[in-house]
Structures are given as structure tokens and as C-alpha cells.
């Protein structure tokens, strides 16, 4: 289900967003820095701090993540249901040791989510479609100028 493209941003995005419904049905949208695919058709993430999160996946596992390439203005949807991880289980050993070896052993991690992606939807900015001749690297060259970021330039190997 993850093409190489999938993976890529996955792995580049810093902040993906988890969405999930309150007990009143209204949103909960959560920033998440930890997700990551676990195979090819879950992906996974560190509970650090998402107390509401966790509250509402225990009551209703249907979940939304959404991933998004700011500067290439595409990404991702992808729609699931979630299993909570922790304690000895494997899957939260592991996430665990992994935040811990990233990031040091002071942020906490209180569960692994564990995502069944049942489905996957590209996230395109109306520009592709409405802009004519618009292409990845343009608009790539442009959001970066209106971010004021300089892209990292290749060191030279003496």
C-alpha cells in the first residue's frame, strides 16, 4: 500500500497531524513528529503527550493522519483505525527505544498507536490544478522564498 513516494514524505514531514472525534463529536487535531510506517500497510506513532488522543482512540479507533510536504504543497490522508501498545508489548518497546535513541530517553512515550491504513488519499494544493504549466520544483522554489528558507546546499567532499 506505501509506494516509494508515500514513504518519502512520511519520512521527511516533521509535523503530520492525527485527527480523532471527542466524545461530543466535535474534531480533536493533534501534531505528531513521531509518525513513521511500520509495514506496508500501518503506520505508527508515540503517544508523548496526546492525553485527548488516546481517550478518544479507546473509544472509537477511527483515525485520520494527515501528512503534508509544505514546500512541495502535496502529501497525504491517510484514513485507519488504531490499536494502543504499551507495557511490555513489543511494538512500544521498540517505539520507545527508538524516541529515546532520536530524541534521549527524557521525553516520555506512553504508548505506541498502531494504525491499520485502510485507505490512502493524495493531499494536492489547488495550484497543480488551476495553475497552468505548475510544477513540483516551482512551487517548491517559491514556498521556500516565502518561508525564508535556503535549502541545505551539498558539502564538498575534499
Known amino acids: 500500500m506505501f509506494d516509494d513516494d508515500i514513504k518519502s514524505i512520511i519520512a521527511q514531514t516533521i509535523l503530520c497531524y492525527a485527527a480523532t472525534t471527542n466524545?461530543?463529536?466535535?474534531?480533536?487535531?493533534?501534531?505528531?513528529s513521531s509518525l513513521r510506517v511500520h509495514d506496508d500497510t500501518h503506520l505508527m506513532f508515540a503517544n508523548m503527550a496526546s492525553p485527548g488522543t488516546i481517550r478518544n482512540l479507546k473509544r472509537d479507533p477511527r483515525i485520520e493522519i494527515?501528512?503534508?510536504?509544505?514546500?512541495?504543497r502535496r502529501g497525504y490522508r491517510f484514513i485507519g483505525r488504531a490499536t494502543l501498545h504499551s507495557g511490555d508489548d513489543p511494538l512500544f518497546v521498540a517505539l520507545k527505544n527508538d524516541v529515546a535513541a532520536e530524541h534521549s530517553?527524557?521525553?516520555?512515550?506512553f504508548d505506541a498507536v498502531l494504525i491499520e491504513v485502510l485507505d490512502v488519499k493524495p493531499v494536492i494544493s489547488p495550484a497543480y490544478k488551476f495553475i497552468e504549466g505548475v510544477t513540483e520544483d516551482a512551487l517548491r522554489t517559491a514556498?521556500?522564498?516565502?518561508?525564508?528558507?535556503r535549502p541545505v546546499e551539498a558539502l564538498?567532499?575534499?
Do not use: Q, T, W
Open 23 to 32: 466524545e461530543d463529536g466535535s474534531p480533536n487535531l493533534s501534531p505528531k
Open 143 to 149: 514556498y521556500l522564498g516565502k518561508y525564508g528558507v
Open 105 to 109: 530517553a527524557a521525553i516520555p512515550v
Open 156 to 158: 564538498a567532499v575534499d
Open 66 to 72: 494527515n501528512c503534508v510536504d509544505i514546500f512541495g
